[in-house]
Every structure is written in C-alpha cells, then in structure tokens.
C-alpha cells in the first residue's frame, strides 16, 4: 500500500493533467460532427495505454465509433482481468447553464468541471494510471486486457458485433468496470445491480402542413396537445405504468429484501435540498431507494413542437416529437418492453393523428453475484483504501453492455466505480473529485492484488 501511495504522490499532478488534456477532447458520440473528436480520443486513449505499458494497443474501427484494445500478458497461467470503460462522452447542452466551457476543464473547490470528467472518462482513465502504477513497480500480479469504446452514450451498437468477433482475444476471468458510484467519500459501497433500458423517440403528425391557430383551431388536431394527452396516460393517479403487460415478468424482491436494500445510509431530506424539490415524486408504495433500484420508470426526456422561438407565433403545428425512456429490472428485456409500449401508444391515439414510434436502443438488466472472488476482491480493494467494508447497492442506471458480456463472454462484472450521485452526470457542470479520481487510482491495484491471491 506505501508503494501505491508513493507513486500517486510523486505523480498526481501529471495524472490530473493528462485527464485534463483529454476532458478538452469533445467526444460526444450522438452528434456527427464531432466524428474526427472521437476518433481523436481513441488515439489519445491507445497512445495513454502504450505509455503506460501495454505491449499491445489498437484503434479498432467499427461501423461506428473506434473502439480501443490493449493488454499486458504476463503469464498466460495467470487470472486475466478485462477492463471496460468509455471515452464517449452525453452532447453538453444546454450551454449556456455551464459555469464554465463544458470542454476547457476547470478545477474548483476540489472538483475537476467538465463534459465527461466522471462518465466516464476520469473513472476510466483511473484504469490507465493505475496500469501504470503496477507496471512502473513492477508489481502487476495478473494479466490485464483493455476495451474502451466510443459508443456507450449511444447504446454501444457496435461492440456486440466486435465482441464476437474477438471473443479469443478477449478470454478472461472478469469484467472490471468504474462506471457507477458510490453513496459518499466516506461511505463506499458496489454496485450489484443496474436497469435496463428500453428507449424510443415517438412522432405525432396531424395536417399535412403548420396552419394558422385563428384559422383552423378547435377543427384540427393538435399534435401537441395529443402527444401530452397520449404520454399522461401512460401513468395512472399512483405513478403506475399502466402499459398492458408491462409489470408482468417484473421480479418482486421479497420483504427482507426491500428491508436489506434500504438500510443503506440515505437522507431523504439532505436529498430534496441537493436537488431544490420540496417533495420526491414516484410509484405510490415505494420508497426513493427503491423508486431508483428495483422499480421499472417511465420517463420522458424531451418534447417538441410547433414554434419554439422568440416572441409568438399562432401557429397550430404539423408534427410533435417526444423522446422516452423505459428503465427495466430483472426478467424485464428491452425488445419485449419497447414492442408493448409501440403497441400501446399507438393504441391511444385518435383517427385525427397518425403516430410513428421509432426504436434508438436499449438494454438488458443485470444483477452481479457477491459470493465471488472478484466481489470479494473488490470488497477487500475499498475496506483497505477507505478504511470501511463497502455497502452493496443497486443502481438506477444503465450500463447495457454487462449483460452483453455475460451473453458473449461468459464474464461475469465487477462494477467498482468512484463517482458520486452529486456529480451531475449528463447534466451541465458535470464534475469529477480529485479525491475520487485519485482514490480509484488507489484502489484497482489493489483489486488486482486480491483477485490474483484469491484465485491461486
């Protein structure tokens, strides 16, 4: 453990700034013109992982975005550890919200700002630095593979193809990925499980052209009215998704489960502070905890329409869009779901529109097992770095992927990551702990080490 420190002390200020050149990259995979950016990324991240000392590192190209291979074979008798993370980064609007550019990354008040400095560039460039760590000392107890792609924002796409393509390459013995958080600085805790996601953007066309509001309103269909009419039913009064089939293959967690769950430390008060709400707002019977971990959501993330623009314009619009995410829990799949919320939505509309809903893409739910050994290494790598056993929890978010790799690889995933859920992730003023960063570093090695002892 002194070696460890002793390397990131006499380092720390080169690794912030190494994380700090690439946070200036703009890599936001959703958007075509940042196409070269994200290429440009991938470069920087395999010339990161030859520095550090992979003997092998490629840009590999897809019908998409690269994505970046690298490892370091020591003995092939040994465990091998295959890294996940991404370098692609949610677009940074809206723009004008950010304190300070979303891309020229800023330090304030222990906090590195900037699009990406937690999801998940600083939590995967803690990989890279703490590679290194091991390398320079010498002290690399196992092998380690690399696979850091460019398309996770956008519902990794490609990598299914890639992975079976290169499944002997990527043999292993376990998924390690910081992608996730923990519930405090002082408080560690694992991920044990993640949702699914099932996402769509739906279109509502009435006439076949905008028509003066004056003229034609109250005697044509509004899309935008119908399209809020068709999405409030969707819930009922209790917050209940009232999709047809939808909760069928939900799995229940039993009483002492929920118990297990929601012993974990949480505020429901300093939480409302941190967000300004006066109360939370959910599916009637459970609490927040469970709202975000074991329960399905429906959530609209954006709506439009009509006129948008300065000042008014009486317009009676043409068409009205709406983009929805479905969270998914376990037994739940995404292709089932988004086929029944198809069905459903174009079941509610009137003969006065016509409605189009078009699949983006989804993902499975995952729960981690946490008897292994690479658990167990994971656990004994956060006791020793922050002095407490981490606390397993689950996590509202997802990281399609994992299911992926269970599917493909036969690789179970350890999700260790360092984030806070204060971090404003896909949110303006996005930010990332130096602490936390240099805590990761920290800790993986020590991953390693107990995940090659454990496994002899």
């Known amino acids: 453990m002194e070696q460890i420190k002793n390397y990131i002390n006499q380092h720390q ?69 295959v890294v996940y993370g991404h370098y692609d980064v949610q677009p940074p609007d809206p723009l004008d919200l950010w304190d300070s550019p979303p891309f020229e990354p800023v330090i304030k008040d222990g906090l590195i700002v900037a699009r990406g400095s937690c999801d998940d560039k600083g939590q995967m460039f803690m990989h890279v630095k703490a590679f290194e ?31 079976r393509e290169n499944k002997e390459r990527l043999k292993g013995d376990v998924i390690l990925i910081s992608d996730t958080s923990i519930i405090a600085n002082d408080i560690p805790s694992i991920d044990v499980g993640l949702r699914g996601l099932s996402y769509v953007e739906v279109e509502v066309t009435g006439p076949n052209r905008d028509l003066h509001s004056g003229v034609y309103g109250g005697a044509v269909a509004n899309p935008i009215t119908i399209l809020c009419e068709m999405i409030a039913k969707c819930k009922d009064e209790n917050n209940h998704i009232t999709i047809p089939g939808f909760y069928d293959k939900v799995l229940t967690l039993s009483k002492e489960e929920r118990e297990e769950l929601n012993r974990a430390p949480f505020s429901l008060d300093e ?159 996005e930010h990332y702990g130096v602490f936390n960063f240099l805590k990761g570093i920290e800790t993986i090695p020590m991953f390693f080490k107990n995940f090659a002892d454990l496994s002899k």
């Open 13 to 81: 200020e080169r690794f912030i700034s190494e994380l700090m050149e690439m946070l200036r990259i703009p890599s936001v995979s959703a958007d075509s013109k940042y196409k070269d950016d994200v290429l440009r990324n991938a470069e920087f991240v395999k010339k990161s992982l030859v520095e550090a000392g992979a003997d092998k590192a490629e840009v590999c190209l897809t019908p998409g975005h690269p994505i970046v291979y690298a490892e370091k074979i020591i003995d092939p008798k040994l465990p091998t550890v």
């Open 133 to 163: 760590l091991m390398m320079k000392t010498n002290t690399l107890p196992c092998n380690v593979k690399f696979m850091i792609e460019g398309e996770e924002e956008v519902g990794s796409s490609n990598l299914g193809n890639w992975i």
């Open 271 to 429: 939480y409302k502070k941190d967000l300004n709400i006066d109360d939370v707002h959910g599916e009637t019977g459970y609490t927040t905890l469970e709202r975000t971990g074991i329960r399905p959501t429906f959530e609209l993330n954006g709506i439009w329409g009509g006129y948008i623009g300065e000042g008014a314009k009486t317009v009676l619009p043409s068409k009205a869009f709406a983009k929805i995410s479905m969270r998914l829990v376990p037994n739940q799949t995404s292709d089932e779901i988004t086929k029944l919320f198809a069905d459903h939505f174009n079941s509610l509309a009137p003969k006065s529109v016509k409605v189009k809903v078009t699949p983006h893409h989804g993902g499975e739910p995952v729960v981690t097992p946490t008897d292994s050994i690479a658990f167990k290494a994971a656990s004994m790598a956060m006791e020793a770095t922050f002095g407490k056993k981490p606390i397993p929890t689950r996590g509202g978010g997802s990281i399609p992927i994992v299911a992926l790799f269970e599917k493909e690889l036969g690789l179970k995933s350890v999700l260790m990551g360092f984030g806070l859920d204060s971090d404003l992730i896909h949110s303006p003023n």
